[in-house]
């Protein structure tokens, strides 16, 4: 993990500075938004037939919103600055698939009320990023658009199911790129592919879809290539809005404050496995411990220990049932007719849930956040995989075993997402190095109750013993 690493990028100048840089120069009219969507569009040509990233794009309407560009100032103001939006969040106008055969050619005359914000506060929409179908799933791929690739090796999957966001930031294509999250949606493709993802608390970045507007689980949130991008992304997507029933105001200083704020000795609680509940190969096991052990020397407190997690499992999968049952599975018979089998058996499973099964659940979720609440009181995070395994082949839709462990079902390999999810506290996926392969590790980070400015400050303390943010890269084309 310590051998130094470089990496070529050929792409556009622009394409290269931060989302921070980039959007200063805007501010100051040093570079135009003309500018930098010719050559985020450049990018895009030049790299998209290796990863399939950005399979929709939309740089006509782009053009078309910078000519009318709204004023406005503040830590959110993006000034112009081009993004990608997931394709499970509609864009007025823009072909919005879900990544299901059923929705193929579904263009919706509404975008969503977090895009609709967004490009209020100055961010262009160049495209919609891949996603497997109704985000159903840790492997990017569907029906309508195909596998998407990491750009670190085009053989190997890029997560999921924001792994079009992920993969999009790490070639160069865009600067910021929306991302959501259930089972580690963001967090696992971040991992992946090298860049930062935040999941944040239930109602700072939007809300739950139409219709379903108390929906706590599956959050949308801010990915990029460093923290104090990813912080500059949250600056833009908060705010309070009274449409939004679970919305609630940003901090009284921007999160970049906080981020350049960062300072002091962090005191992390570490664990491999979550006290057995999640299955980890020894090689990720090897790597984050090297990653701890870094950033002891540094001087940051580590000590390895969890709190006890009783009933995770049973109620993060009923609290997911209940989405996927309420949400695709009242889907018109046309759409769900074309449905993988995995999102089929997630419905099911929905549909057949009693009421005490929910009940429990919910008992068992309060349970799980008093228990996370009074052990944080001790550390500022805690540290734990993002996900158990490296980057398997892009042609494997899931892992059914670790080192030889056999894995229960498709979801078992993401254990390590539920925690977060279920108890709604914040958490991020950060940079650490590299493996033996040359792909990058991430570790995540779990917060305190709507803690986001005190864990984008940790993360940005972690990310600096790592070297700082990687750059965007040329993808690494191998043998397909």
């Not at 990018?43 to 053009?63: K, L």
């Not at 950033?295 to 989405?323: I, Q």
């Not at 979801?411 to 190095?433: E, H, M």
Request: hydrophobic residues 40%; proline residues 8%.
């Amino acid at each position: 993990m310590d051998q130094p690493v470089t990496h070529a990028f050929s792409g556009p100048e622009l394409c290269a500075l931060s989302a921070h840089e980039v959007v200063r120069l805007l501010r100051r009219k040093e570079v135009s938004a003309s500018e930098l969507l010719q050559a985020s569009q450049a990018r895009v040509e030049a790299v998209e037939p290796a990863i399939n990233a950005m399979p929709t794009r939309c740089f006509e309407r782009a053009e078309a919103c910078a000519k009318s560009l709204p004023d406005g100032t503040g830590a959110g103001w993006l000034a112009g600055l081009p993004i990608g939006i997931k394709d499970l969040s509609a864009v007025a106008g823009v072909r919005t698939t879900y990544g299901t055969l059923g929705m193929a050619d579904h263009v919706p005359q509404d975008s969503d009320p977090l895009v609709v914000h967004l490009e209020q506060r100055g961010a262009l929409v160049v495209g919609k990023t891949n996603t497997p179908e109704f985000g159903a799933g840790a492997n990017t791929f569907n029906a309508v658009f195909g596998r998407t690739r990491n750009p670190w090796d085009t053989r190997m999957n890029a997560g999921g199911s924001s792994g079009g966001a992920a993969a999009s930031l790490a070639s160069g294509e865009v600067w910021l790129s929306h991302g959501s999250d259930l089972a580690g949606f963001l967090r696992t493709p971040a991992a992946y592919c090298g860049v930062v993802g935040l999941r944040p608390t239930p109602g700072i970045a939007g809300g739950g879809p139409r219709g379903f507007r108390f929906h706590t689980e599956g959050v949308q949130g801010p990915m990029a290539r460093s923290v104090l991008d990813c912080a500059l992304f949250l600056d833009a997507m908060s705010g309070f809005d009274p449409a939004n029933p679970i919305s609630f105001p940003p901090p009284d200083q921007g999160y970049q404050q906080a981020v350049l704020a960062a300072d002091g000795r962090l005191r992390i609680a570490f664990s491999t496995d979550l006290n057995g509940f999640g299955v980890t190969s020894k090689a990720m096991a090897q790597d984050l411990l090297a990653a701890m052990t870094r950033l002891a020397s540094d001087g940051h407190l580590v000590e390895e220990a969890c709190p006890e997690l009783p009933n995770l499992d049973k109620s993060y999968r009923v609290l997911r049932a209940m989405l996927w049952a309420a949400m695709p599975g009242r889907a018109p018979n046309e759409v769900q007719q074309h449905f993988k089998d995995t999102l089929r058996e997630n419905i099911e499973y929905g549909r057949q849930l009693s009421i005490d099964d929910v009940f429990d659940a919910l008992a068992g979720r309060s349970d799980l956040f008093d228990r996370m609440v009074a052990f944080l009181q001790n550390f500022d995070v805690l540290a734990c995989p993002v996900v158990g395994l490296h980057p398997g082949p892009v042609e494997q839709e899931y892992p059914t075993e670790i080192d030889g462990k056999p894995l229960d079902d498709y979801i078992t390999w993401l254990r390590f997402s539920y925690l977060a999810t279920t108890t709604s506290l914040p958490a991020i996926s950060v940079p650490v190095g590299f493996n033996a392969q040359g792909l990058p590790i991430g570790v995540q980070l779990i917060g305190r109750p709507r803690g986001e400015a005190a864990l984008l400050a940790a993360a940005r303390q972690v990310e600096l013993a790592f070297g700082g943010p990687l750059g965007p890269i040329d993808p690494k084309v191998r043998h397909l």
